[in-house]
């Protein structure tokens, strides 16, 4: 199991590249979405109590019954030929991240603003990366936002499903996945998610403690390894990570500003990298740059981490 756990991130990485996203019908994590959107119009009362409780209920279980359809795929998986297995498995763990998808929509926002097109750049941001207002940003503000997005994805976007892979195989990727999912669609504090998404945000910020902090420590030496400032890097971190009203999101978004040497803003929430230069065009990609680094590096490391889990008897 531990050398099966070895190469599947890379293979799933690797098939990520090559092939990309498929279309939104076609994708488990659209369809997620699709059956929360609908459970949603069945719970949601408007009245605190029965919210709390009807949001926890459809947490529990939903990652129970995900997990427990992951794990029936991954036993009949197992029974297939090996090879062939072993590539259904990986596409399955690839859909559940998105390195190449997070990278063009990165660049997409640089090309438009390379271009001097700032509501195309708004666009793209709004369409792809952030769920904030982008529509009064300036080009520095759209610049930072897609640097955050960039940093904070490769977290909860890339690192934590390949966490959770080595740690308890395709059950525990899907259940994360599902917990994340309902999180980004019932996890604000408005008068209409306040309480049915409270469970999913809790727990949504327990799932993410780790991967925040491990992507975070990643983005430091890949700073260093891509001659980006590691340094100030650790220095913002240390400064600035607690700084966001998410307990995660400010550990990989303050490295970043750290190591490219800009001051991320939220207007009326954060200033990570207080004092640095305001974002350019140009940074965008030097964080796609650390975001790709970062990656491989985690790859790397989960990778080792894998080879001292413990095998599964096999049955005879």
Known sequence: ??????????LAVLLDEAFGDP???WHPVA??????????????????GRDFWAGLG??????????????????????????VGMVAEATLLKLSLSPRG????????????????????????????????????????VA????ESVAENASDGILAPL???????????????????LDSMWGYHNERYEWLGKSAACLDDLLNWLPARFTAFLLVVAAALRGENARQALRILRRDARTTASPNAGYPMSAVAGALGVELEKVGQYRLGRGLTAPKTGDIRRSVRLMQTTVFLGLGLLSLL???????????
């Open 163 to 181: 966490i959770y892979y080595t740690l308890g195989g395709l059950p525990l990727v899907w259940m994360y996945r599902f917990a994340n999912t």
């Open 23 to 25: 279309p939104n019908r």
């Open 58 to 83: 459809v947490w529990l279980g939903g990652v129970a019954l995900v997990g427990t359809l992951a794990k029936l795929i991954t036993t009949i998986l197992q029974k297939i030929h090996q090879s």
């Open 306 to 316: 894998s080879l001292g889990l413990p095998r599964h008897p096999r049955r005879r």
């Open 144 to 147: 930072g936002a897609t640097i």
């Open 102 to 141: 997070l990278r063009q929509a990165a660049l997409a926002v640089e090309a438009a603003l390379k271009e001097g097109d700032l509501p195309k750049a708004r666009l793209e941001l709004a369409w792809h990366l952030v769920s904030r207002d982008t529509q009064t940003l300036d080009e520095g503000q």
């Open 1 to 10: 199991m531990s050398a099966k756990r070895l190469i599947l991130p890379w």
């Open 31 to 48: 369809w997620l979405g699709t059956a929360i959107a609908r459970v949603e119009r069945g719970v949601r009362t408007g009245n605190p």
